[in-house]
T-cell receptor
């Protein structure tokens, strides 16, 4: 079974630039999550989708972050404009109905 | 929202000894408590989980205990081995919704 796919794995941008991350969940997984993991901290939930609907985005900084899952499968997370404090690993995860989250390898963002 | 606190932040144990990590949660309605292991540069992976209808669960050398009254749960690793060295995260959620993670515990097993 293929795992959660994410790209790009690494991205370096300057502050005020924009960046987009892509995620393809495990086939059949209705729930998709984007987490932000700052170095030395636990993953912080940014947004949770159920199919193509948003379940929770209360911790998403909506002035600069946006995410979509238009067809209920893959998803894109965008940051525009980026700030220095956005430097982190962006983890995508998916789940079926067991509660277990399956994480992708993550996209490491460095903002200079 | 849910707030999960995890202690200690680092833990060094001699190979063969036990390791214990403790977490507390704030939302009394939380009913799902998983533990994830993240090796250096790798993705987090589920190692064990417990739901609020049980007080303890074991899987070989790892076990998790839950005290709903005190709102805390713990991970116990017995007979630690070098491959147990990793960062461990506890988490909590209500009905698998909005899983909140602790800050993590870096476990180092000394040979």
């Amino acid at each position: 079974e293929a795992g959660v796919a994410q790209s790009p794995r690494y991205k370096i941008i300057e502050k005020r630039q924009s960046v987009a991350f892509w995620c393809n969940p495990i086939s059949g997984h209705a729930t998709l999550y984007w987490y932000q993991q700052i170095l030395g901290q636990g993953p912080k939930l940014l947004i949770q989708f159920q199919n193509n609907g948003v379940v929770d985005d209360s911790q998403l900084p909506k002035d600069r972050f946006s995410a979509e899952r238009l067809k209920g499968v893959d998803s894109t997370l965008k940051i525009q404009p980026a700030k220095l404090e956005d430097s982190a690993v962006y983890l995508c995860a998916s789940s079926h109905n067991t509660g277990e989250l399956f994480f992708g390898e993550g996209s490491r963002l460095t903002v200079l | 929202g849910e707030n999960v606190e995890q202690h200690p932040s680092t833990l060094s144990v001699q190979e063969g000894d036990s390791a214990v990590i403790k977490c507390t949660y704030s939302d009394s309605a939380s009913n799902y408590f998983p533990w994830y292991k993240q090796e250096l540069g790798k993705r987090p992976q589920l190692i064990i989980d417990i739901r609020s209808n049980v007080g303890e669960k074991k899987d070989q050398r790892i076990a998790v205990t839950l005290n709903k009254t005190a709102k805390h749960f713990s991970l116990h690793i017995t007979e630690t081995q070098p491959e147990d060295s990793a960062v461990y995260f506890c988490a909590a959620s209500r009905n698998d919704y909005k899983l909140s993670f602790g800050a993590g515990t870096t476990v180092t097993v000394r040979a």
